[in-house]
Nanobody, 121 residues
Framework: QVQLVESGGGSVQAGGSLRLSCTGS?????????????MGWFRQAPGKEREGVAT??????TYADSLKGRFTISRDNAKNTLYLQMNSLKPEDTAVYYC???????????WGQGTQVTVSS
């Protein structure tokens, strides 16, 4: 079983920055190789559905259109760690942010527990 642990969330004023991290373990036992797993960040604001933020895969990265230019997804395969650099944060970025790992059938299989990001105006 792959386990994902997010960190780096917190409270910040509008215009500030945060970097989220997601460290995973158990890939080998679950039959996956971290470096070839697609990884993603999602978020869910109060009263709203979960939405995709960014995905990184062997061939590149994708972002939600509204977040391009402010958020950057990256990974360190040596550390089994996924990152999300968030700049110029806005109050509407307030949400619980989740990382997800490894796709099967087009869907992410493993999910972290989430980390809260709160942006105040």
């Amino acid at each position: 079983q792959v386990q994902l642990v997010e960190s780096g969330g917190g409270s910040v004023q509008a215009g500030g920055s945060l970097r989220l991290s997601c460290t995973g373990s158990g890939y080998t036992y679950s039959g996956y190789t971290y470096s070839t797993c697609s990884m993603g960040w999602f978020r869910q604001a109060p009263g709203k559905e979960r939405e995709g933020v960014a995905t990184i895969y062997v061939g590149g990265t994708t972002y939600a259109d509204s977040l391009k230019g402010r958020f950057t997804i990256s990974r360190d395969n040596a550390k089994n760690t996924l990152y999300l650099q968030m700049n110029s944060l806005k109050p509407e970025d307030t949400a619980v942010y989740y990382c997800a790992a490894c796709k099967r059938g087009g869907e992410f299989v493993y999910w972290g527990q989430g980390t809260q990001v709160t942006v105040s105006s």
